[in-house]
Structures are given as C-alpha cells and as structure tokens.
C-alpha cells in the first residue's frame, strides 16, 4: 500500500489540530514538527500538552509552565503544558480565594477538602482545556492551536467531557454537585457549549490519528476514530509514524521489521482507505531538539547519521524477565503492576509475567486499568490458573450507582433520591468508580497473584494521587462504611512485599526519562519500584541495515543510565520478529536472555 508522506500545509490547516492516539506512536514529536512547519509559513502558531505526564519540554528542550512560553530559536511558537495538579490549584483558589475574610477558617478548610479530590483535577485540566478552544478571547493572537493529547484513552475522557458537563448543567436542578455549588460551573457553561460546536466544526477543528505500522496500535486508532466521530468530531486524518524499508535482503532482523509494517498495513487496509492518510518514515535518532523535529517531516528518508557506540562498549549486567518472576513467585501471592509510557510494551510485559507465573502453578488473575487496552488480544489464548478481567469505566460506574442508590438513597424520600440519583449523573462519578474497582482488584493480592497493567504514566499517576487524596479524606470521616480493600489500598501499594512495581521503559530517551520522573514521583508517596524492563532493544540484533545500526548505537547510552542510575534490578528483552502473542509467545519473550560480551 502506497502512501503519500506527511507534510502538513499552512494553506489547507484549520485553526485546531488534535494529535492522538496510542501511547508511543509519536504523537508529541509529530505534533512539534507540524508546529514548526506553519511557523515557518509565517503563522503564529500555540503548541499545547493535554498529558500529565508530558514530555513536551524534553522534545522542545525549552521549559514549560501552564502559561505560553516562547519556544528557544523558534520565534512565532509559543507552547505550555495543562498541568492537572497546578490547574487544580489555581481552580481552588479561583473559588475559595474570594471567600477569604468573609467565612470562619473551619469553613474554608472544609471547601479546601472538599475540593482536594480527583474530581477537581479533572475539572481544572478540563476547564484550561476548554477555555482554549471555547472562550475566543483565551488564544486570540495565534493562528493555530496545537493539541498534543494524552494517549487514547485519557483523550477520549477529555473530549466527551465537553458534551457530558455540558448536558449535566442542561438536566441539574438543584444547583449542586460533588464539586460543590454550580455556580462556577454554570460560569463556564457558554465556554462548554462553544467546545462542543468548535470540535464538531471540520472548518476549525481536525484531528489527526497518529499510529505506528502495529496492529495493536492500527487498531486502537480505528476505535479512537469510531468514538470520537461518536460525539461528533468527524474531520479526521490518519499518520502512520516509523514505517521501515529495507535493502538488505540477507538480514532477517531488518526483513522482519518491513514485513511486520507491510502485514499490519494490509490488514487495516480498508481503515487507512477511509481517510486521508499519511506516512512518516523511521527515522535513526531520538527526535529532539528543533534540528531532529525539522528532520522527522524531510523527505530525506535516511535522516542524519548518529555517532556510533563507544568502542569496545560492554553491556551493563541485565536479567531475563524470567529471573524476576523466579523472585516474585516466592511470595505465593500478591500485586504485580506494571507502569510507563505509553507505548513501551506494558500490556505485553504484564501479560507474560502473568503466563510465567500460571505455569509455576499459581492462581493468577490479569487485569487492566488502561481504557485503551489490549490484553484479550495478546493473550489470545487460555491458560490454567489464569483469569482475566478489564476494568470496563461505564459498567463500573453503574455498579457504583446503583450501589449508592440502594445505600445511601434507601433512608431517603422521593425527593432526597432524586437529588442523589442527579448527583450522581455528575462526569466525576465515573472517576470514583474507577478508583474503587482499582482498590478492588489489588485487594485480590491477599489470596492470589494480581498482575495490572496500568494505564499510561498520567492516568496512573492521578490513580495514585487519588488513593492519597482519598486517604486523607477517610482520615477525616468515619471509616465504617468504607469497602475494605479501599480502606487498606495505600497501605498496600507501599507494602513491597505485598505489590510489586515494574517500571517498563524503552532504550530511547523520552521513555527512560518519564520512568525516572514517574520513579521519583512514587517515591514521594513512599512506593518503591521493584525493577525497571527495558524492552524492544535492538542490542545484539546483528543487523546489517544502516538505519538499524545507528539506531542500536544509539540504545547503549539509555541501558547504561538505567542499570547505573535508576534501578536496583533490570530486565532486558529483545525486539520481536513476531509481536508476541499467545501464551507460548509470551513465555519465550520472557525467558530471552542478553549475551554477555564480558571477559
């Protein structure tokens, strides 16, 4: 299938591009380079991070706040990063700080608790998000606004936001919600309304549908794409990031790597036919910097060369994956999580840990946190001992309700039910159930091995920020009805006997440094990682292919930081000439072991 490449015209852009899709592909390099194409055509252009967990300022190498800051070297490109911690705070004080001086301090401290859960991080982020593309005075001076968005599932949350708070303020009839009085909600309803026109607008709005030439990845765009054209955002285009050509016939590795992206190109066939769509090749270098981004859309498909590996460079001493089953299983039972970028191969490294573990003759159950999953697929197949389960957000949510309902609304009068079943029709609802149904599966831990894979670093990160934010709230109420395995879910995720964190990372510089910021950041809630795994390394690969080479060369840095640097133990595994698929698949890639070159 022949496509053409990705060059993206000043002429032809609407004012607002969305960059999505599955963690990994790219979505933040494309979109800085698109970025720097319409500023070299003299457009004024806003580059924005919807990630929490964004690596924009690594890629810009220019550090952001939630405000425009001017890109270095690069007049005419502004760019900022939607911080959810420091959206929720700024929201906090924009409602409470008018109230300082006129409310006694115990009142003020109980609107500041109120205000301290997950529901106010999402509404903060969603607000900033909001006001850049409703409210026409927010980014007036630009002439186009850039969106490089959380990986899918995140994404997918945000944008029908708009249309969910919007018909929650149509249908709310009490004036409250679990944030409080809707007054400064009802604020915001013009804004609201106005994002809900603006992404619907294909004169305004597009979005552009990055993916890798993977089948999962081809797949999770098809879905990405069906459910946004769902709320209405239908001006869609698709970039296939990293397609691989090969002139070396002998080497199987390279051989490999094309054929993969040819297999997984065809069978998406009639998908990529459905849209406009695009290619970008693979390039040999880590795209960062102004230099690198201009490089990714050149049509110089070899790119520049990378500075080969230090001479006589040993590898750092690494582990099977297999090896850190041998210890985990030793325990006989409890929580195993994988965590990461997104993209990094967590549904892969969770699964095969959970097919090793079965096999030893444990009760393990297999389970996922991430929306955008895709754990059925490699599975993709039945093991003994094995369970399998996804958090599914809607089924949760109305689980949650209903129990609600039969609690609290069964001492309740016809009225008090209505306003409780409202209440409970709030968007932040969905987050709540979520967070429970997490503490419930590794609750499981106490008679079973659990293993998770979580979603992308951003989504886990405010899932752990919310088990802390809900700790202090059960610090400050009556325990009783609390479930237990909520009431014990921190205690758990800071007991290493208890769950085991896997930081899963490639041997490229964007992944290795989100895993060292995400290391740090459990670190300050008192979790320690178990291991990191670096995996898709191309390290003994032998290929003879030019662009492959430089792009080996290019790992030995990353494997060196993380082993010295970063964890106490590591894992490494090879790149695939096969996705790894099935149980069998998975137990190999799991006992892949490195060669040692050390004397």
Known sequence: ??????????????????????????????????????????????????????????????????APVAVKGVPGLDALNINPVDAAESYRERLIGPMRGLLPEAALRSMEEQLSGSCTVEIAAFDEFSGLIGDSETAKEYDHVIFDTAPTGHTLRLMSLAKAWDQFLDNNTSGTSCLGPLAGLEKQRA?????????????????????????????????????????????????VNGMFQTDCQEDLTAQAMQQRGLSALTAACEFIRSMPSFIVPLRPINILGVGGLRLLLSGDAAGTSVKAGESGWVPPEMESLADLVATMEQQGKGVVMTMGKGGVGKTTVAAAIAVMLARCGHSVHLSTTDPAAHLMQTLNGRVEGLTLSKIDPAAETAAYQ?????????????????????????????????????????????????????????????????????????ERQA????????????????????????????????????????????????????????????????????LLQRREASEHRYLTEVVEKHAGRTAWLPWQSEEPIGPDALAKLASSKLQSNRK
């Open 479 to 546: 325990r009783s009805s609390q479930p237990e395995e909520v009431l014990k879910l921190l205690e758990r995720l800071r007991d290493p006997d208890f769950t085991r964190i896997l930081l899963v990372t490639l041997p490229e510089a964007t992944p290795v440094h989100e895993a060292a910021a995400l290391q740090e950041d459990l670190r300050r809630a008192r979790i320690e990682p178990f291991a990191w795994v670096i995996n898709q390394s191309l390290l003994n690969s032998g290929s003879c292919d030019p």
């Open 402 to 474: 209903a129990e609600v309902m039969r609690g609290q609304g069964a001492a309740m009068d016809e009225a008090g039910r209505a306003l409780l079943e409202e209440d409970l029709r709030s968007p932040c609802t969905e987050e709540i159930a979520v967070f429970r149904a997490f503490a419930r599966e590794v609750g499981q831990g106490t008679d079973r091995f659990v293993v998770l894979d979580t979603a992308p670093t951003g989504h886990t990160l405010l899932l752990l920020d919310a088990s802390e934010s809900y700790q202090r709230e059960l």
């Open 1 to 66: 299938m022949k496509l053409p490449l990705f060059q993206p015209d000043a002429a032809t852009a609407t004012r607002f591009l969305f960059f999505t899709g599955k963690g990994g592909v790219g979505k933040t390099s494309l979109s800085c380079a698109t970025a720097l194409r319409l500023v070299d055509a003299g457009k004024r252009v806003l580059l924005v991070s919807t990630d929490p967990a964004s690596n924009l300022d690594e890629v810009l190498e220019t550090k952001l706040t939630n």
């Open 191 to 239: 804004i609201y309304e106005a994002t809900v026109e603006t992404l619907a607008d294909a004169t305004a709005t597009t979005l552009v549908l990055v993916s890798r030439p993977q089948g999962s990845a081809l797949r999770e765009a098809e879905r990405t794409s069906r459910e946004l054209r769902a709320i209405g955002i239908g001006n869609q285009c698709l970039v």
